[in-house]
Nanobody
């Protein structure tokens, strides 16, 4: 399984970013996909996942601000991040679960004025 994330960058507090992840080598339609993140000195935490039935689940800290979506035809999962806060900064990892956990390379998100 290969996961290629894109869309990270530097944004001011209150701004928006959209992350995208393209998957290959997996039965994407039957997999749970999503995003984790890790800030320096902290453990990796769940941001948002969406299952094969298109049901999303969000970490408490991003509820109401982030929206996850998937496109099974394009084998992509996206994360729209609005009203970003400095504490949202970190490396964001694309995630896929089929028969095991898979993580892609991280894309950096920095929220700073």
């Amino acid at each position: 399984v290969q996961l290629q994330a894109s869309g990270g960058g530097l944004v001011q507090p209150g701004g928006s970013l959209r992350l995208s992840c393209a998957a290959s080598g997996s039965t994407f339609g039957g997999a749970t996909v999503g995003w984790y993140r890790q800030a320096p000195g902290k453990q990796r935490e769940l941001v948002a996942i969406i299952n094969e039935y298109n049901n999303p689940y969000y970490g408490d800290s991003v509820k109401g601000r982030f929206t996850i979506s998937r496109d099974n035809a394009k084998l992509t999962v996206s994360l729209q991040m609005d009203n970003l806060k400095p504490e949202d900064s970190g490396a964001y990892y694309c995630y896929l679960f089929d028969t095991s956990n898979h993580y892609g390379q991280g894309t950096q998100v920095t929220v700073s004025s």
